[in-house]
């Protein structure tokens, strides 16, 4: 199969960096595990930029921790609307996904 590629092995090698300075960050600032009050907001933050980025995948994910949190459907759509302010039209589509997995998500509750 031969060696690794050089380029691979140096970018492999910035992901480290970048994981252990995202540690360290969140060791000072308290962010690796919020407080109770603050998964919420956390968890409607990363919907919101889920929607930004426009994956079904990832917006799937981040409604299902968001309602593991303990959000509501009305704190779902605010998380959508602050996300299409940001992104215009182009991520509509994918807040409606947000709403539609948080449904799938939560039917029967």
């Known amino acids: 199969m031969g060696e690794p590629n050089t380029a691979f092995v140096d970018f492999k090698a910035t992901l480290v960096d970048v994981q252990a300075a995202r540690q360290k960050f969140q060791k000072e600032f308290g962010t690796a595990q919020p407080e109770a009050q603050n998964k919420k907001l956390a968890a409607l933050m990363r919907v919101a ?33 602050t996300a299409l302010e940001m992104s215009g039209g ?9 709403l539609h997995a948080f449904d799938t998500f939560t039917k029967g509750d």
């Open 49 to 81: 930029i889920a929607v930004h980025e426009r994956s079904d995948e990832y917006i799937a994910w981040e409604v299902k921790q968001a309602i593991d949190a303990g959000v509501t459907r009305d704190e779902v759509k605010d998380a959508v609307g």
């Open 90 to 98: 182009p991520a509509f589509e994918y807040g409606m996904h947000a």
